[in-house]
């Protein structure tokens, strides 16, 4: 029988039915979904490795001598052939890993070290943490009338003052000593006089830390090596001048790297320097191991730009030195919106000159003024620190010192005291781009939050002042404590 055309044609039907399909839709999904619970639990409990709720010290102990300075000890750990050890200790639970045969380093001779990385926290249960912190509160308060209130000014009140308490018990720093009568005596020792100026922030400091309990003459005692020389000294020395500080640093460091092993041992990252005038970011250009690798206390701490490295390095206020407790001046004495005068070296200032020059609640002046500085910042409610040639200005430590709310036209600045320092509890933060609607943001701040910032402002101001003998909690101390965090010690045996 011939078979019909249809029938040569016709194939069986491969398609499945609808319910076949709904049920192989759930085994991938399913596999997809077991897998994405996989990674989450999996990175969640990795990144108790390295992410900590506050930062604090890491130590990397480093043998045999290293053959060059290298600026990621991260990466240099990841790479080595040999060995290491990274030890997390947590309040409820220590992780030692062990790691083998990864890649050689790029910046290490042969053979290779051994590198043990462990960060350190205070190992107590929470009960003990808990009565500690009671405890530190309680001589703090007896001692300089800590008031409850002034909780809101930090990120971690309870943190800070425990922390406070171990950094004055057990900080040590050594300082490369030099004669009276060395050439640069001028600027490698502290001034035997009252410092002064724009930036005396600088001076103050070396002054202060000389004096202080801080100081080892032990080198094997210190956390940290400051390399005492001044940057200000230096660019009104008539021998070096601006043009030839870049060299005189950079002799001054080959200098130290050969008669002293603490900087080799190291690549300079347990080494500080300090700066205040923005020359400084500059300074480094033919030593770039100090910009690399040690710390720099800098009051232009402009994170935008490659010399400043936040975290590694620490902002310090820009203050002129002023004698004397602060004015009193309260809100309802304070008539004026806003209030700025300086110099038109910025776009920024321009800009704020050029749109508010002709109003009537906000102040603002292109020059000095004719009548005194400080009756406008008492008079005012807001003081504006606007960006000039950079970041920083002195206005932020004018504006706290007589009670005005510091209204911060300064994009990328790193602002001092950070770490600790919660500033939108006693300043307003402006975005540059913001400066034509400026006084709208400071008109919607009602006045209940306004009385906040103005008696936080109170609170805060006692860390942003220089004294000629330092005084707990004051600027000099405030910069230690931003040592203290940043306390990383690379040490070879």
Not at 408 to 418: E, K, R
Not at 459 to 476: E, I
Request: hydrophobic fraction near 35%; charged fraction near 20%; charge should be positive.
């Amino acid at each position: 029988m011939a078979r019909s055309l249809s029938s040569l044609t016709s194939f069986p039907s491969s398609r499945p039915n609808l319910s076949e399909l709904k049920g192989l839709f759930w085994i991938p999904t399913g596999f997809l979904l077991g897998i994405y619970l996989f990674i989450f639990f999996h990175v969640s409990s990795t990144m108790k490795l390295v992410v900590r709720e506050y930062p604090h010290q890491t130590h990397f102990y480093i043998t045999p001598k290293l053959s060059s300075s290298f600026n990621n000890i991260t990466s240099l750990a990841a790479d080595t052939t040999t060995k290491y050890v990274v030890q997390v200790d947590q309040p409820k639970f220590i992780q030692i890993l062990h790691v083998n045969n990864v890649s050689e380093p790029p910046l290490i001779s042969t053979p290779l070290p051994e590198i043990i990385a462990s960060t350190e926290r205070n190992k107590y249960s929470s009960d003990d943490k808990n009565a500690r912190s009671r405890r530190v509160d309680q001589e703090i308060t007896k001692g300089d009338k800590w008031n409850k209130k002034q909780e809101e000014i930090f990120h971690d009140r309870n943190l800070f003052l425990e922390d406070y308490r171990q950094m004055n018990a057990s900080l040590k720093i050594f300082v490369y000593p030099h004669k009276p009568n060395h050439p640069f005596a001028n600027v490698l020792l502290p001034y035997k006089f009252e410092p002064t100026g724009n930036y005396a922030s600088e001076s103050y400091f070396k002054k202060a830390l000389m004096t202080s309990h801080f100081i080892t003459t032990h080198p094997s005692e210190a956390d940290l090596f400051f390399l005492p020389f001044s940057i200000a000294s230096l660019r009104h020395d008539k021998r070096v001048g601006v043009g030839g500080i870049q060299n005189f640093i950079r002799d001054y460091i080959y200098k130290v790297s050969h008669e002293y092993p603490y900087w080799n041992r190291s690549g300079g990252a347990d080494h500080f320097y300090v700066a205040c005038h923005s020359i400084g970011k500059l300074a480094m250009e033919k030593a770039v191991e100090v910009r690399g690798n040690a710390i720099q206390l800098v009051c232009s701490s402009n994170y935008f730009l490659q010399g400043y490295v936040p975290h590694k390095d620490a902002s310090v206020p820009q203050i002129w030195p002023r004698q004397g407790d602060p004015p009193n001046q309260p809100p309802s004495k304070r008539k004026t919106l806003a209030f700025y005068a300086g110099a038109m070296n910025s776009r920024v200032r321009e800009s704020l000159v050029g749109l508010w020059k002709n109003d009537s609640e906000i102040s603002v002046h292109q020059d000095r003024l004719k009548t005194p500085y400080h009756e406008s910042l008492l008079g005012s409610k807001f003081c504006i620190h606007a960006k000039g040639f950079e970041v920083n200005t002195a206005r932020i430590g004018d504006a706290l010192y007589y009670g005005c709310v510091p209204v911060i036209l300064a994009d990328h600045y790193d602002l001092p005291f950070a770490d600790t320092l919660n500033w939108k509890s006693f300043s307003v933060i402006v975005s540059t781009i913001d400066i034509p609607v400026l006084k709208k943001i400071l008109k919607e701040i009602r006045f209940e939050e306004y009385v906040t910032l103005q008696k936080n402002v109170m609170k805060v101001r006692n860390h942003f002042q220089w004294h000629t003998f330092a005084v707990n909690y004051d600027a000099f101390y405030m910069v230690m404590y931003e040592l203290w965090l940043r306390r990383t010690t690379v040490r070879v045996y």
